[in-house]
């Protein structure tokens, strides 16, 4: 069993900034890619960010120079660092791993956690 525990969501208004975690635990080999999505009302899902276990980072262009991804290894916890907020950044942010488990390689979703910011 794999769980991904997320953490940080909220309430912001415009420029205003909020961290989010997510700690991954479970039958857990290696993680090869950690990841941020994030879906707003009546949008499909988008990657926001995605880091690899060698800290190689990719981002939406729509978040470059305003947020961060980062990891702890040794605690199989991803961040996203989100600054200078814009209402059009509201949406749920999914956390995503793709991990090598028992069996082989998987890909792993957690529940979900709302970002919201007013204008």
């Known amino acids: 069993q794999v769980q991904l525990v997320e953490s940080g969501g909220g309430l912001v208004q415009t420029g205003g900034s909020l961290r989010l975690s997510c700690a991954a635990s479970?039958?857990?080999?290696?993680?090869?890619?950690m990841g941020w999505y994030r879906q707003a009302p009546g949008k499909q899902r988008e990657l926001v960010a995605a880091?690899?276990?060698?800290?190689?980072?990719n981002y939406a262009d729509s978040v470059k120079g305003r947020f961060t991804i980062s990891r702890d290894n040794a605690k199989n916890t991803v961040y996203l660092q989100m600054n200078s907020l814009k209402p059009e950044d509201t949406a749920v942010y999914y956390c995503n791993i793709d991990f090598q488990g028992r069996w082989g390689r998987y890909d792993y979703w957690g529940q979900g956690t709302q970002v919201t910011v007013s204008s």
């Open positions: 880091i690899t276990s060698g800290g190689s980072t």
């Open positions: 479970g039958i857990i080999f290696s993680i090869n890619v």
